[in-house]
């Protein structure tokens, strides 16, 4: 038995929602380790769609324990939001069943405030990132600044007077930059005390609750959000999320050390996708693209944004592999290829006339690569559904294995439908 950590292989919305559910009935524990509410994902369980942000999935499952890491930046308001949004379709979230870490960063109205000052600048120069305006950059920001404002200040508002007066001080003289008004430090106490009675009861040391529960032989599932792609330092930068979303962060952002990690599972989507700006040397602009984005209904859970589209990576996906120690992959919308004639494959790139194996780090020099493709023949036969080896097609099956020995890493997992119930299990990664 070990635990579990899920990350995103490529630049998110690879289908982490479902195998995380899927993997959710065996933990006792379910973490969320970096990341806010700018990130979501979709369950769907006997039919109905809990469409989750900023809690984890094991809080839509009776019995099970979510816990909100110091890794990841918390909008109390949001929080409280989709709590009750959840308590509509009957899912009772209570301090039983949900634990965030005390020593977690909160996102404030004046972060999303100065997030869409900022894109609407950058956008009227040319040079948006394409963030989601939920204020998770500039929250991060203020972290690393040593000026956040934690969930454990909620407790002690005689302290939280200094703390927004500091946090203030930095956030106004930003705003003047921008000619904005600046924030009364009345408005800023206001949201934080308004807030603070239904946020407390959440509130936990929650390395010593994970320490515990590890020394109980509790199974923990540890939930990363986004993906590797998008990691600050090892992503597409800038064009990036503002924390580190590679596996080695479950153990900063939830306070167990990388010695409890256990099996590292990559959610790899069959193709590739991504929204916003940024690289993406395999995108189609054409009707296979459309084909794609329509058949995998490629839209933002949180954003509604169409997502762009363009055959798999190899070549990114094996650097995944290697910045995040992957230990196995669970392949996803293995589907959405049914019909195809044929496929492609990315498994380098020409640089300036050479060829290389990887992406490169500067802006300029993704910018210009030109992605070094094979071809494999499709399958007309459909693979929904499938739940073993045998209900898929022969060419399906020399497309996963190519892209295990393309990649370096073993299929675990193997999805062919939103439905949970729909995968192949190669291996249980609890009981690797």
């Not at 070990?2 to 990350?7: A, H, K, Q, R, S």
């Not at 690289?279 to 009707?287: M, Q, S």
Request: aromatic share 6%.
């Amino acid at each position: 038995m070990t635990n579990v950590v899920v990350i995103g292989s490529q630049w998110g919305d690879e289908g982490k929602g479902k195998i995380v559910d899927w993997l959710s009935e065996r933990a006792d524990i379910v973490v969320r380790f970096q990341g806010g509410h700018n990130a979501g994902h979709t369950l769907v369980i006997d039919g109905v769609s809990y469409k989750l942000s900023l809690l984890p999935s094991g809080v839509v499952r009776p019995g099970k324990m979510a816990v909100i890491g110091n890794g990841v930046v918390v909008d109390p308001h949001a929080l409280i939001a989709e709590i009750g949004r959840l308590k509509a379709q009957n899912v009772e979230v209570t301090p039983e069943n949900l634990r965030i870490a005390e020593n977690a960063t909160l996102i404030l109205s004046l972060h999303r405030e100065l997030d869409g000052m900022r894109e609407d600048a950058a956008s009227n120069s040319g040079t948006k990132i394409g963030t989601t305006r939920r204020g998770i950059g500039p929250a991060y920001e203020d972290k690393v600044g040593r000026r956040a404002i934690r969930v454990m200040d909620l407790a002690d508002l005689d302290a939280l007077e200094a703390k927004v007066e500091r946090i203030l001080t930095h956030h106004n003289a930003l705003r003047r930059g921008f000619g904005a008004p600046e924030v009364e430090h009345s408005t800023i106490m206001e949201e934080l005390t308004s807030i603070a009675d239904r946020v407390l009861p959440f509130m936990d040391s929650v390395w010593r609750l994970l320490d515990k529960e590890r020394r109980k032989g509790s199974r923990i599932l540890f939930e990363g959000a986004q993906g590797s792609l998008l990691d600050i330092d090892h992503g597409t930068y800038p064009f990036v999320t503002s924390s580190n979303t590679v596996a080695g962060q479950a153990a900063a952002g939830s306070g167990m050390g990388p010695g409890s990690l256990g099996y590292i599972l990559g959610i790899t989507k069959a193709y590739t996708t991504r929204v916003g700006e940024g690289p993406f040397p395999t995108e189609l602009t054409d009707e296979i693209g459309q084909f794609l984005g329509e058949k995998g209904h490629e839209f933002g859970t949180v954003t509604g944004r169409k997502r762009r589209c363009g055959w798999f990576d190899a070549a990114l996906v094996r650097q995944s592999v290697a910045t995040n120690g992957i230990t196995g992959i669970a392949l996803t919308k293995l589907d959405v290829l049914d019909g195809l004639d044929e496929l492609k494959i990315c498994v380098g790139y020409k640089l300036d006339g050479q060829e290389i194996d990887y992406l490169p780090a500067a802006q300029a020099a993704q910018a210009r690569v030109e992605p070094i493709y094979i071809t494999l023949e499709g399958w007309k036969e459909s693979t929904v559904g499938a739940r073993k080896w045998a209900d898929l097609p022969a060419q399906a099956i020399k497309y996963v294995r190519q892209v295990e020995e393309l990649i370096g890493a073993p299929v675990a997992l193997l999805s062919t439908s939103p439905e949970r119930d729909d995968t192949i299990l190669v291996t249980d990664p609890f009981e690797d």
